[in-house]
């Protein structure tokens, strides 16, 4: 009988902690949180982007336009993090 009674006092004593936890959270004042900072709605123009964009409404033909191509390889070092002087030499070499 001993190992009942240790049962249902266990049983008791968490169901009270669960009762007072459960008023607890009851009675607990939400604090509300500071709204965010909206985003700056100023947009800044970058030229290499409207360059794609105009490349990219070419459709095939940029891929035979100067500008395009340019604008392709400023685009490919940016990504890469490298500066126009770092770019690797051509197939002849760089000469």
Partial sequence: ???????????????????????????????PAPAPSAPSLTRQ???LREGQRRCQEMGEAAANDAACLGIWAETRDRF?????????PGPDGGR
């Avoid at 049962?7 to 007072?20: E, G, W």
């Avoid at 890469?80 to 690797?88: D, S």
Wanted: without cysteine; glycine residues 4%; negative net charge.
């Fill in 1 to 31: 009988m001993e190992g009942k009674m240790l049962a249902r006092i266990a049983a008791i004593v968490f169901v009270a902690v669960a009762i007072t936890a459960a008023i607890i959270e009851m009675t607990r004042e939400e604090i």
């Fill in 45 to 47: 123009v970058d030229p």
């Fill in 80 to 88: 890469l993090g490298r500066t126009p002087a770092q770019a690797t």
